[in-house]
């Protein structure tokens, strides 16, 4: 079966930086677009970033473009989120998501598959 396990989370200062992985097995992995998005407490889940299959095309939500950079090696099967001058705000549950369309993901906010999730932790 599909499944997309995330990893890099952690505790990390203000203004610090960390880079995501999320790994996919189960499927054709260049056939997908791939995103992530992010959960804060008592808040819906947002988007953050997305990239086509090929990696050609990338989008960012507003709150992160600048900072945030999302990348994917499809000879790895992974894709990446790394993630520069952290704020506070930007503390949440990161989730990785696939979807055979680009748009479900960027503009629907939906995908086919998710990740379980690696939480990131920025203090003040």
């Known amino acids: 079966q599909v499944q997309l396990v995330e990893s890099g989370g952690g505790l990390v200062q203000a203004e610090g930086s960390l880079r995501l992985s999320c790994a996919a097995s189960?499927?054709?992995?260049?056939?997908?677009?791939m995103g992530w998005f992010r959960q804060a407490p008592g808040k819906q889940r947002e988007f953050v970033a997305a990239l086509s299959r090929s990696g050609a095309l990338t989008f960012y939500a507003d709150s992160v473009k600048g900072r945030f950079t999302i990348s994917r090696q499809n000879a790895q099967n992974t894709i990446y989120l790394q993630m520069n001058s952290l704020a506070p705000e930007d503390t949440a549950v990161y989730y990785c998501?696939?979807?055979?369309?680009?748009?479900?993901?960027?503009?629907?906010?939906?995908?086919?598959?998710w990740g379980q999730g690696t939480q990131v932790t920025v203090s003040s």
């Open positions: 189960g499927l054709t992995f260049s056939n997908y677009a």
């Open positions: 998501a696939a979807d055979v369309s680009r748009m479900e993901i960027t503009v629907q906010g939906r995908a086919a598959y």
